[in-house]
């Protein structure tokens, strides 16, 4: 594929996803929760942590100029972070409303790190399509370059998530 057709898919892409994940939001609380929603925001914190570390073996192995494995592991990344999206917009197209509470002593730092980790979320996604679709076709520079962005942002968001779950789930009624 041309880069240019592939960057405007990856546009398009990062587009309809940001766009289906904020109307997913104003959607009305389902009148019944199926008992499986339950284990989607632990199954999110594992596919998360997963990510992360797979994230950090990565970058370990393309240290040792071991490719292969590098290229693997980034892959196998990206499948747990679309599986994580997937679960993550079940999960939340039922409507599942969790307030951290207002007397916590941790709240801001709770806030920050949910602000922060939303923000990151929503400009990550172009970021490691670019960086798997450069690495992909053998563009070694480019994908080097687009990576000193997306892999610390990536990293941080799957770190992040993990948190905010840690840090909400006490507070989860089903």
Same mark, same amino acid.
């Given at each position: 594929?041309k ?7 990856? *546009?398009? =892409? @990062?587009?309809v996803?940001?766009? #289906?994940?904020?109307? %997913?939001?104003?959607?009305?609380? /389902? ?24 994230l950090l073996?990565?970058? *370990?192995? =393309? @240290?040792?100029?071991?490719?292969p #494995?590098?290229k693997? %592991?980034?892959?196998?990344?990206? /499948? ?12 939340h ?29 929503a ?11 450069h690495?992909?076709a ?7 370059k687009?990576t ?9 968001v ?5 948190i905010?779950y840690l ?8």
């Amino acid at each position: 594929m041309k880069e240019s057709s592939a960057l405007k898919l990856i *546009y398009i =892409i @990062s587009g309809v996803v940001f766009t #289906l994940v904020v109307i %997913l939001f104003s959607l009305p609380k /389902a009148d019944t929760i199926p008992s499986f929603v339950q284990f989607l925001p632990p199954l999110n914190a594992v596919l998360n942590g997963s990510t992360f570390l797979l994230l950090l073996i990565a970058r *370990y192995f =393309i @240290s040792k100029k071991n490719i292969p #494995l590098h290229k693997t %592991l980034n892959i196998s990344a990206f /499948a747990l972070s679309t599986i994580f999206l997937l679960s993550y917009v079940a999960f939340h197209a039922f409507g599942v409303e969790t307030k951290f509470p207002a007397d916590n002593p941790i709240r801001p730092l709770y806030f920050f790190i949910l602000i922060t980790h939303i923000l990151c979320a929503a400009i990550v996604l172009p970021l490691v399509l670019i960086s798997l679709y450069h690495g992909l076709a053998g563009q070694i520079t480019k994908h080097k370059k687009i990576t000193k962005w997306s892999f610390p942002i990536w990293l941080y968001v799957t770190a992040t998530g993990v948190i905010v779950y840690l840090l909400i789930a006490p507070y989860y009624k089903f």
